[in-house]
């Protein structure tokens, strides 16, 4: 998804009153020039301009007299398109936070992945933000439970070690034309999967290039399996990997479950097939031309009546009907939100809800002062209702998380939802330490394919999977520099 900027002036210009009125009323240290070191484990470039764009160029203009020092940790070599020498290892961009948090002259405020924090939190590299929160009053009341929840998901004391000011969140997406024409009730919030899935069969009409789909894990056609067992079955806590990613975990009773679900979707016709991209005759549907400029996307293209969809993605859809008069042969979308589906083993979890922008006080900050006064200014009120607007992202404060003017959307449904706090997605750790893993789910999307076409029952397609996969696997384990060119061919299962 493109980064959407927002226009600095603006948002400065409706911050100056409140923060000027805060600087006359601190003491004269206050005015004295300061350094505060900013560090992250995130791919942000060596000068961090996103990053200073996104979080740091307010609260600068308001703190003249703070400058920001943005440390980088992420090797740029890749991004650069410079490859690595022969048996030469990346060094992981966490593992050098981490370091530098330890190390001669730290960072005082640290940004990283929620995934990390609990490690972070373990080895005692972060300062609780609890005794700062409550000295100062600072409000956490209006901030959306389901930030919150996450960020104490990786202390075990209680504690809050960070904040983060926006988040992003999915919904279940429909289009309320499709439902009317079918004469079946829209889906309501707090739906199971298998209520939306029976739901879909419903609204499921047509044949060939006029058939509509009731439902996709995604808008535009991109049906990959991986991606969508990991939305549904990611609540249901299987994994696909052991701890230290030596292992797959793939033929067992579970994963036979949901593939069965998934494959027998895909062959009632209720969410489109996997894109076979080496037939040119089945991707002519999504090549968009004059008549059809949004035939990639299954949604606006009126191909499909219900998506999974991340609050930034609804921008696309209402920019197109505001310029709806643009386009040949191009309705506008009537459509709606209600939450995501979940499993009634955990009835309102989902795997879609993450938090950008995660950060907090390192232990051994030389300037925690400073560091406090940026957190509590990015995640406060003021900086909220300047960000509040932005199209892609939704900010942690409830009070600002409103629709467009003009839209009935139904908001909460972002919100009313439970993040998947025992996050079984073991990717994260797993990649940065094997980073060309991803070959073995490649492995896997062959093998699904072949329960698809019945060459395989489902079973023994998974039984392949972990028998090729654990193969592969295990030459990872043997060479640990290895890159993609080096992955040997792994034998069929005999």
């Known amino acids: 998804m493109k980064r959407k900027i927002i226009p600095v002036a603006l948002t400065l210009t409706m911050l100056v009153p409140t923060t000027m009125a805060c600087t006359k009323s601190d003491s004269e240290d206050d005015k004295s020039e300061r350094v ?60 050098k936070l981490k370091e530098i948090m330890a190390g001669e002259n730290p960072p005082d405020v ?101 058939r509509v789909y009731g439902f996709n894990f995604f808008s535009q056609g991109y049906a990959d399996f991986m991606s969508a067992s990991q939305i549904y079955a990611g609540p249901l806590g299987l994994q696909t990997f052991d701890e230290k990613g030596e292992k797959l975990l793939v033929d067992s009773d579970q994963w036979e479950k949901v593939w069965a679900t998934l494959i027998q979707l895909e062959k009632d016709k209720v969410i489109p097939g996997q894109p076979d991209y080496n037939n040119p005759e089945s991707m002519k549907l999504r090549q968009p031309s004059e008549d059809n400029p949004f035939a990639y996307h299954d949604f606006l293209s009126g191909r499909l009546a219900m998506s999974i969809m991340q609050y930034g993605e609804l921008s696309q859809i209402d920019n197109a009907n505001k310029n709806a008069a643009n386009y040949k042969n191009f309705t506008p979308v009537e459509y709606n939100a209600v939450t995501m589906p979940s499993h009634p083993e955990q009835p309102g979890v989902v795997a879609n809800i993450g938090l950008n922008g995660v950060m907090g006080i390192n232990a051994k900050a030389g300037n925690a002062a400073d560091a406090w006064k940026f957190l509590k200014f990015i995640n406060g009120e003021d900086w909220a209702r300047a960000k509040g607007k932005n199209n892609y992202q939704m900010v942690s404060r409830k009070k600002y998380i409103k629709p467009k003017e003009g839209s009935d959307l139904h908001m909460e449904a972002f919100l009313n939802v439970k993040p998947l706090l025992d996050n079984p997605n073991e990717m994260y750790k797993i990649y940065r330490e094997k980073p060309y893993i991803f070959q073995v789910y490649d492995l896997g999307r062959t093998e699904y394919m072949d329960a698809v076409k019945g060459n395989k029952s489902i079973r023994e397609a998974l039984k392949s999977w ?29």
């Open 36 to 95: 505060l070191r900013v560090a992250t484990s995130m791919d942000y470039g060596d000068e961090g301009e996103y990053f200073r764009q996104q979080f740091t160029e307010i609260f600068e203009f308001a703190n003249p007299n703070i400058k920001i020092e943005y440390i980088p940790t992420s090797d740029n070599r890749m991004r650069m398109g410079i490859g690595l020498k022969e048996g030469e290892k990346m060094q992981d961009p966490f593992v």
């Open 110 to 210: 640290v940004m990283f992945n929620l995934t990390e924090m609990r490690e972070l939190v373990e080895e005692n590299l972060l300062e609780p933000l609890d005794a700062r929160i409550s000295k100062e009053k600072f409000d956490t009341s209006d901030i959306v439970p389901a930030v919150m929840d996450g960020l104490k998901s990786a202390s075990t004391d209680g504690k809050l070690y960070a904040l983060s000011p926006t988040f992003s969140s999915s919904a279940l997406i429909y289009n309320r034309k499709m439902f009317d024409q079918a004469g079946v009730p829209y889906p309501t919030d707090n739906m199971t999967w298998d209520q939306v899935f029976d739901l879909a069969r419903r609204v499921s009409t047509g044949e060939g290039d006029k």
């Open 466 to 494: 972990q028998t090729k996969g654990d193969v592969m696997l295990q030459q990872m384990k043997d060479n640990p520099n290895m890159n993609g060119g080096n992955v040997m061919a792994v034998p069929a299962a005999g």
